[in-house]
């Protein structure tokens, strides 16, 4: 698997097809996987974050969830095919599981976790969920989330509590869980798919401007936007 290094984190090279293909594979090989869903954000985060960074430089898939990665790459002199956002991979993946491939949905905004594998259950009937769950990414509640995931025998985890929260959760318990063999860290991705945020029409996604669709949506995330569409281009500009 071909990666791109972009200030620091390694970026696989996949298209939505393959990142799906790896996806399911690591559901049959008995080992543990973590994929994460980096952004222009995330790796900011990551420049100041140690930790967060170490977690995104050995996660078995780092998916490019943005533009700017792809700009960044070519930058480099690289190429990222394409941007396999974390929502639609999340969708796409869950449309291709059988019922013995369990998902359960952990963290979400007041009961998005729950509405998202409902409506995904829509689009696959055969999809088994093997629990909805809020927590928190508190060490505290930690032993009841395990508990929680455990007795569901769950195969796949979808951890929604944003980065670097969710990804450094995912790093610190895997191992705890038994039966996971695939944990994702899908930040909003339960908002959209239960509808509680409306995604950017697709002449916007294909522009590159989802960031400005969400921005009149939730204009409490200028600071955020700032970060993604001016800070980002300038580090990588003025990185090596």
Not at 144 to 162: F, H, P
Request: glycine fraction near 8%.
């Amino acid at each position: 698997m071909k990666r791109v290094e972009i200030l620091g984190v390694p970026i696989d090279a996949v298209t939505m097809h393959e990142a799906l293909k790896y996806a399911l594979a690591f559901l049959d090989d008995g080992e543990k996987h973590h994929i994460a869903t980096p952004n222009n954000e995330m790796l900011l985060v990551a420049q100041k974050n140690s930790a967060f960074k170490a977690v995104l430089q050995t996660s078995a898939l780092n998916i490019p969830d943005s533009t700017g990665l792809l700009w960044a790459a070519k930058r480099k002199g690289q190429v990222l095919p394409e941007r396999v956002t974390g929502v639609d991979f999340t969708e796409k993946l869950c449309r291709r599981l059988s019922k013995d491939q369990s998902v359960f949905f952990l963290g979400g905004y007041k009961g998005a976790g729950k509405k998202a594998a409902e409506a995904l259950q829509k689009i696959n009937p055969n999809l088994t969920v093997a629990g909805t769950y809020e927590g928190s990414p508190s060490s505290s509640d930690a032993p009841e989330i395990i508990t929680r995931i455990n007795d569901s025998e769950t195969k796949i985890l979808l951890v929604a509590y944003g980065a670097p929260a969710q990804e450094l959760w995912i790093n610190q318990y895997l191992m705890n869980l038994v039966s996971v063999r695939v944990a994702i860290g899908v930040g909003g991705t339960f908002d959209f798919l239960s509808g509680r945020i409306k995604r950017a029409p697709k002449c916007m996604q294909r522009c590159g401007l989802e960031w400005l669709w969400r921005l009149f949506q939730q204009p409490t995330r200028i600071g955020r936007m700032w970060n993604a569409v001016v800070v980002f281009p300038l580090q990588v500009l003025l990185s090596k």
